[in-house]
């Protein structure tokens, strides 16, 4: 008998068709003879609408309060589809992310896992039972307050689950096959990667790819768990992520670049006419560090010896601008820089693959298709198996397809189908 870890994403169970075509495939697993576990998320756009809902009562909802709005969304769905497999005649119960022991630190909107104790679960699984747990949520170690993981965080929520008991497969649910070399509504030839290492669907991840999410991914790798991303859809084998040991020598002909990502969440901040001295950037990077902010990428110039001043043009989750803005504004006269430039109007497009660490020439390609396109890059920067350039947004969609085209990842035929159209 194996244990098998589900995700559901919010566009598998939008409707009250979707939430019953799920419990049925839940059945089906069950019936197969295995022990199930299934996280879900919120059911279509609920999670967008409640957070337009709390803008409507208050500019700058307190963060707490928006965590207890926005559990709510995942709360409805695992009720439903509890209900749902109870219709089929299965037992099934519910469980909010506090009830599974799901444990996070306290910070609101963007928490931390640090233990996962599914004690309940476990007890659950052993009396029989289907368990639904809900997606994105915890609760504060310290404070005992509700807490959620972030946007798209109920992936985060399978693996740690899976994890903890030990499951035998987690497997993750959208509307979409798997992962792809490029987001097929961009580029409709993009094809389906069967494998795919856990350190190119980090960067992938990082890159922009909403597919998985990021902590979901670094928490796989770390207890080696194996994640099959597929459709609820259909029936179709997905793309399995693993280590990189179980993909080489396998495919043959193991590519060069897995795929192209691009991520239009960006925005970039540059600071304008920084003294050119010591100190100088660490004082502008503690600021925004202590404002919790991560940074992406950074551009510094040597400064123009007549002036003695440069510009630090850097990247940053578009959602933390104003934050970002008024961090450094607190320091302008102690760092004496002129003036601050802020431009969300960007996007970043990523060229990701484990084989150009050992194949010169792949960043002359990659620039040369995107010049060729027309597009011209505003910023650079690298990792050994990641090459990524900031663009206008309006140019995201072409630099893509671009590089998608240069490389050879275009399909003879069209393979993609988008079912629910949101890649959740
Ligand atoms: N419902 C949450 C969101 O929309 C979490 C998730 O779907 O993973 O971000
Ligand atoms: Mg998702």
Not at 65 to 85: K, V, Y
Not at 214 to 222: F, K, N, Q, T
Not at 337 to 358: N, P, Q, T, W
Request: charged share 25%; hydrophobic share 45%.
């Amino acid at each position: 008998m194996a244990l098998v870890v589900q995700k559901y994403g919010g566009s598998s169970v939008a409707d009250a068709d979707g939430v019953k075509r799920v419990a049925q495939r839940i059945v089906a697993t069950k019936k197969a003879g295995n022990d199930v576990v299934v996280v879900v998320s919120a059911m279509g756009d609920t999670t967008d609408d409640l957070i337009d809902m709390a803008e409507q009562v208050s500019p700058l909802p307190p963060a707490r309060e928006l965590d207890m709005l926005l559990t709510a969304g995942e709360r409805i769905s695992m009720a439903l589809l509890a209900m749902a497999i109870a219709n089929l005649g299965h037992e099934a119960r519910s469980f909010t992310g506090s009830q599974a022991g799901v444990i996070t630190d306290g910070t609101h909107g963007k928490a931390k896992i640090i233990d996962v104790t599914p004690g309940r679960i476990r007890t659950a699984l052993d009396e029989g039972s289907i368990c639904i747990v809900a997606g994105f949520q915890g609760v504060s170690q310290g404070t005992k307050d509700i807490t959620t993981l972030g946007r798209g965080g109920s992936d985060t929520t399978a693996v740690a689950l899976a994890a903890a008991l030990d499951a035998d497969v987690c497997e993750i649910y959208s509307d979409v096959d798997g992962v792809f070399t490029a987001d097929p509504r961009i580029v409709p030839a993009a094809r389906k990667i069967p494998r795919i290492s856990y350190e190119e669907m980090l960067e992938m991840a990082a890159s922009g790819a909403k597919i998985l999410h990021l902590r979901c991914v670094e928490y796989a790798r770390r207890y080696n768990l194996p994640i099959h991303v597929r459709s609820s859809f259909s029936q179709k084998e997905g793309t399995w992520v693993v280590d990189s040991s179980e993909i080489e020598g396998t495919d043959m002909e193991q590519a060069i670049i897995s795929g192209v990502a691009h991520d239009r969440s960006e925005a970039k901040i540059t600071v304008v006419g920084v003294p050119d001295k010591v100190g100088e950037a660490a004082a502008i990077f503690t600021a925004l560090s202590e404002a919790e902010i991560n940074i992406d990428m950074i551009v510094q110039n040597v400064s123009a010896a007549s002036t003695g001043r440069t510009d630090i043009s850097f990247t940053l989750p578009a959602t933390d601008g104003q934050t970002a803005l008024t961090a450094l504004n607190k320091m302008k006269e102690r760092i004496g820089f002129e003036s601050l430039r802020y431009d969300d109007r960007i996007g970043k497009v990523s060229l990701i693959g484990a084989g150009m660490r050992s194949h010169p020439g792949v960043t002359a390609k990659f620039f040369a298709a995107i010049a060729d396109a027309g597009v011209n890059i505003e910023m650079i920067s690298t990792s050994e198996i990641r090459i990524s350039v900031v663009v206008a947004q309006d140019d995201i969609d072409t630099a893509v397809a671009a590089a998608h085209r240069a490389f050879d990842l275009d399909a003879d035929q069209v393979e993609a189908v988008v079912y629910g159209g949101t890649g959740r």
